[in-house]
């Protein structure tokens, strides 16, 4: 039974990550209806932000607590300004063209930014500063990390405030209204260019949090590092159901502890196999996801 609890645990702490990241790509979707493929190295860029300004802020403040708060922040303005960027220069201007061009150009998006990171950083894994001295906190015969709690506290806190912001506040109104139709909204007024742009800061801030806080728990980064987490995050989303806050979230934490569970008490070797026969699944029972829905498009 302990074992079972240790491997849920496992699998939530994991799982919360990938709903961070999945987050950005079913908003996205939700008012562009675009797989932004490059999210996943966004994710891997927040690491690298961290990396470096763990060295800049570490000892520099009274508690590690607060060093890897202020590391976490500046990461997640950083790489929201990338996703602005990335909105403006590379989506917006073929915002009207096919999906297969978006497709495209979202493709070389996230090359471009994993051979510069290579350039850039190296090609050779470095070793994530260690921001939190890890402890043991034993419940009975179950044992969770400091480290493990963070995660958990710190991706439901920002899941939260996400989902107040969309749901609470006039400028998530907006969004929610682009997300249904986008003409619609600027004929109402609305800034969607805006719109938009606060869109791709805000899932690209969360795809750096998400990946200071996997560097906390793994503290190896590389700058292909955001390759397969990228996949299993989108294949969260699909899960889930595309487009869906709550279902990127759900999906998340499914694809988490299916992952651990397989390599509990499986094999370890069918680790990443696990995301891609769940999205094949989805694909096949039921395309629009757990919690999405059906729509019928005019093509």
Known sequence: ?????????????????????????TMVYGV?????????????????????????????????????????????????????????FAYRPVRRASRLTLLIIAI??????????????????????????ETHIHMGNLMLT??????LVTALALMILLNLFIYRSRTGK????????????????????RIISLTFALGSALAAAGGILVSINIPGIDPLMGVMTGLKAFV??????????????????ILGLAEVMVAGYGSSTYRDAIAFLILIAIL????????????????
Do not use: W
């Open 1 to 25: 039974m302990e074992s079972f609890l240790q491997q849920l645990i496992n699998g939530i702490s994991l799982g919360s990550i990938y709903a961070l990241v999945a987050l950005g790509y």
């Open 32 to 88: 562009l209806r675009l797989i932004n493929f490059a999210h996943g190295d966004v994710y891997m860029l927040g690491a690298y932000f961290g990396y470096y300004l763990s060295r800049l802020v570490q000892g520099r403040t009274p508690s590690h607590l607060l060093d890897a708060a202020v590391v976490m922040i500046l990461s997640m303005i950083g790489c929201a300004l990338i996703g602005v960027i990335m909105e403006r």
């Open 108 to 133: 070389g998006v996230s090359l471009l930014i994993e051979n510069a990171s290579q350039l850039i950083f190296g090609a050779n894994p470095r070793f994530f500063p260690q921001l939190i001295p």
């Open 146 to 151: 400091n480290q493990q709690v963070i995660v």
């Open 174 to 193: 907006a969004m929610r209204a682009v997300s249904y139709n986008l003409d619609a909204a600027k004929l109402m007024g609305i800034d969607t260019d």
């Open 236 to 253: 969260a989303a699909v899960l889930g159901g595309i487009g869906n806050i709550f279902g990127a979230v759900l999906g998340g934490l």
């Open 284 to 299: 096949l029972f039921k395309p629009s996801g757990l919690l999405g829905k059906g729509q019928v498009e005019k093509v």
